[in-house]
């Protein structure tokens, strides 16, 4: 069977932002494919993490995988998606000193490639390589693989060359996921973050919102969130394009779902 996979990302929405407060900043869970299950208000003296758990409590996560960025790579919410029945691939960084040590010092040259893929778009050509090491010592709770992704990114016009390391643990194991599916996944929810970030800052114009009273700006990320998921589900990957060519104002999210 198709596992879900979901997505948890954080975004200030900077339009908020007043002299005499900060912007407000939301967490959200969003499915690969683009329909946000639940989106949480980060408390202003706090930040993500203690956010996490209560944002997923009320979604079904059995056999599912969360896919994190490296903040949310905390022991805390390890054991709390195993107890949950869930899987995640978690990006391991310098943040996380020990074990971002521990992943980066495995004996990366030995070890076969797993999967290769290459695109082209954008006047730049990329080379995404992906490496598997199965491995139960990992410090971290219920971590079964390291992971490597290494990206080569050529510009085309310029020729300069940009090389990446990124290093992940996951709870899935070799029986669990394919090269091809880790893959997949990790660039999903690289996807999800641009799609987000992009979406909303250019195609919305969040940022420009005058929109700051109390719970007004987390309930128009929502009507944003479910433009973005109403235009993903109906195959549409260009939605300001998809926007423009119905007529409707792209700023606005209600006319952007018809309902004005």
């Known amino acids: 069977s198709v596992r879900r996979v979901i997505a948890v990302d954080g975004k200030a929405v900077r339009g908020s932002r007043a002299k005499t407060a ?3 900043q939301l967490l959200a869970a969003m499915e690969h494919h683009g329909v946000v299950l639940a989106q949480r208000q980060v408390a202003s003296k706090s930040n993500e993490i203690p956010s996490f758990q209560p944002l997923l409590d009320t979604l079904d996560l059995h056999n599912a995988v969360l896919t994190t960025e490296a903040l949310h790579t905390q022991h805390g919410h390890g054991t709390y998606l195993i107890g949950r029945g869930a899987h995640y691939l978690a990006v391991a960084k310098k943040n996380h000193p020990g074990l971002y040590a521990q992943v980066k010092g495995l004996p990366w040259r030995d070890i076969p490639l797993g ?14 390589r992906l490496k598997v090491a199965a491995f139960r010592h990992i410090d971290y709770p219920g971590a079964r693989q390291a992971i490597q992704v290494v990206r080569r990114r050529r510009e ?14 996951t ?6 996921a394919t090269y091809a599916e880790l893959a ?6 690289w996807g999800i973050e641009n799609l987000l970030h992009h979406v909303r800052d250019r195609t919305f114009r969040e940022d420009d919102s005058k929109v700051r009273t109390g719970t007004l700006p987390r309930a128009m990320a929502s009507l ?17 394009a998809a926007l423009r060519h119905t007529g409707r104002n792209y700023n606005r ?4 779902l018809g309902l004005t």
């Open 22 to 24: 900060t912007a407000i």
């Open 115 to 128: 999967h290769r893929t290459r695109d082209r778009a954008q006047h730049r050509d990329e080379v995404r």
């Open 156 to 169: 085309m016009g310029t020729g300069k060359l940009t090389i990446e390391r990124v290093y992940l643990i």
């Open 171 to 176: 709870s899935l194991s070799v029986f669990d």
């Open 184 to 189: 997949t996944w990790i660039r999903g929810h």
């Open 224 to 240: 944003r969130n479910l433009a973005i998921g109403v235009f993903r589900q109906d195959g549409g990957s260009n939605i300001a």
């Open 253 to 256: 999210p209600l006319q952007a």
